[in-house]
């Protein structure tokens, strides 16, 4: 491999793992058909356990984890993606 910006062959490849969340919820279709009112009957009758649950309980996210190759040269310190 040569270095694109100083044309060396002191290049070295690592692998760089990147994560994201992104936090799990219900659908459009869920929210229209009964997860409002099932929401607002919760709310009315058990209030103060409603918000119990909404201040304990954890947040659901779903981790994405991608991997991609990078070539760094040695030598002048350029690095770009395969």
Known sequence: MICQKCGSENVNVQMV????L????????????FGWLIEL????????????IKIFKPKNYKTKT??????????CGFNWKA
């Open 22 to 33: 992104k936090k799990k919820h219900h659908g459009i279709l869920y929210w229209l058909c």
């Open 41 to 52: 009957l919760l709310w009315f009758f058990l209030t103060l356990p409603m918000l119990i």
């Open 66 to 75: 991608i991997h991609k190759s990078m070539f760094v040269c040695q030598s």
């Open 17 to 20: 793992s990147e994560t994201k």
